[in-house]
């Protein structure tokens, strides 16, 4: 299939969700030009601010294959990807995304993040709205925790 149907296929996806009741937000994670995954925005059936349709994907995707790395994966998007949720696939090592609709033909009816990508180009420490601070532990030495893990993969 074409990037433009496999487009299309995360559109129709995203107009089932708005009729099912949710947002209008789908996205498919193909492997070899399959589809291996599929998600749709269920922040409102789950109140989990995160279940966005990329997230959802990326889960899916990670389970069926059996990996959290998808170098080997596109996502296709029916929406610009949030900042969160472009942080992940890029953490998951995915280069090729690729959406249908902007952050600009989203602003119009509430749906843009381009306010948030906007505050997350400052530095943590600086952005507005938001408190951010490092405590250190009392008892350990700073790196103790991260240790304890990389003895524990030995």
Known sequence: MSDNLFLQQAIALAR????AGGRPFAALVVCNGEVVASGTNQMLALNDPTAHA???????????L??????????????????MCLAAMRMAGISQIYYAYSNQDAEPFGLS???????????PQQQSGLTYKQF?????????????WQTSQQ
Do not use: W
Not at 16 to 19: G, L, P, Q, R
Not at 73 to 83: L, N, T
Not at 136 to 142: A, F, G, L, S, T
């Open 54 to 64: 990329e997230l959802m994907a990326l889960r899916q995707a990670g389970k069926v």
């Open 136 to 148: 250190k532990p009392h008892d350990e030495e700073q790196s103790a925790l991260y240790r304890f």
């Open 113 to 123: 993040t381009e306010a948030i990508a906007e505050a997350l180009r400052v530095a």
């Open 16 to 19: 089932e969700n708005v009729k």
């Open 66 to 83: 059996g990996r959290v790395r998808l170098e080997d994966c596109i996502v296709y998007a029916s929406g610009q990807p949030c900042p």
